[in-house]
């Protein structure tokens, strides 16, 4: 599903947050929201996702105004970095909650669940964890139940905000490429928002570089790298490399 950002302002009392940001994602597209933090990202994605509310302009979903579509219909899945997943519910039922939880009309029977969640607990490689409770997972076992969770409801858009930030490089890079492999297969949009430059360089279709509630430059990983066109997106980038 496309989305469209037209023209998006917000600000939190005096303080400006989002100034007339305008982006387009193609359908089937990984799109990353890069920048250091305050400059917007995850005020830009909880508006898309719909749990904050804009000052002015709109967002589209498919060429539709998601402010005219019920939550429940908007087919967006998320993932946060605190993995919230349920405590008291194991790994299968975690994931399982989606479906659980859908209009009796459209719900899935029981079965229907369970190959659901087998076969997600098989992509994200849990199938022996499917008892267990999250106290008894590492970080980033939590996070791809967390991630198999999002997918279960079949999402066409996934909003993840720095899902992987509070792991270590290692798991975050195996991470980072089960995302790729799940997108790839599953063909949703993703927007995902992160301050690793390496992150988004390596997973996303194009990078959307923001600096104080402004895009800096909208590219892919390659025009960003090797074409900066700003001051701020060579300082940024060079703070690392
Ligand atoms: P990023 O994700 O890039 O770190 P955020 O979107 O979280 O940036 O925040 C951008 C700015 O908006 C920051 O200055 C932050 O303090 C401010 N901000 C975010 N949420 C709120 C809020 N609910 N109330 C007041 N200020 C907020």
Redesign the pocket.
């Known amino acids: 599903m496309s989305i469209n950002i037209n023209q998006i302002s ?1 600000s ?2 005096d ?1 400006q ?2 100034n007339q940001i305008s982006l387009d994602i193609p359908s089937g597209e990984m799109v990353a ?1 890069l ?12 508006i898309i996702a719909g749990l ?1 509310n804009q000052n002015s302009g709109e967002i589209l979903f498919h060429g539709r105004d998601v402010s005219q579509v019920h939550a429940r219909d908007r087919q967006v899945g998320f993932v946060f970095q605190h993995y919230a997943l349920f405590r008291h519910m194991n790994v299968f039922d975690n994931i399982a909650f989606g479906l659980t939880v859908m209009p009796r009309k459209s719900r899935p029977s029981k079965a229907v669940i369970r190959e659901k969640v087998m076969k997600l607990l098989e992509m994200v490689q849990l199938k022996e964890f499917a008892k267990r409770y999250p106290a008894q997972l590492s970080g980033g076992q939590k996070q791809r139940v967390a991630l198999a969770r999002a997918l279960a409801v079949e999402p066409a858009i996934l909003l993840l ?2 899902p992987f930030g509070a792991l270590d490089a290692q798991v975050r890079k195996e991470l980072r490429r089960w995302l790729r492999q799940l997108h790839d297969e599953l063909k949703f949009t993703s927007v995902f ?1 992160t ?1 690793d430059q390496e992150e988004a360089m390596d997973v996303a279709d194009h990078i959307v570089v ?1 600096s104080q ?1 402004n895009i800096e430059q909208h590219g892919t990983p390659q025009q960003v790298w090797q074409k900066p066109e700003s001051r701020f997106v060579l300082e940024f980038l060079g703070e690392i490399n």
């Open positions: 917000k939190f009392g303080t947050v989002l929201l920048g250091p933090s305050g400059s917007g990202k995850t005020t830009l994605l909880r904050e905000d720095e928002v301050h923001m509630g």
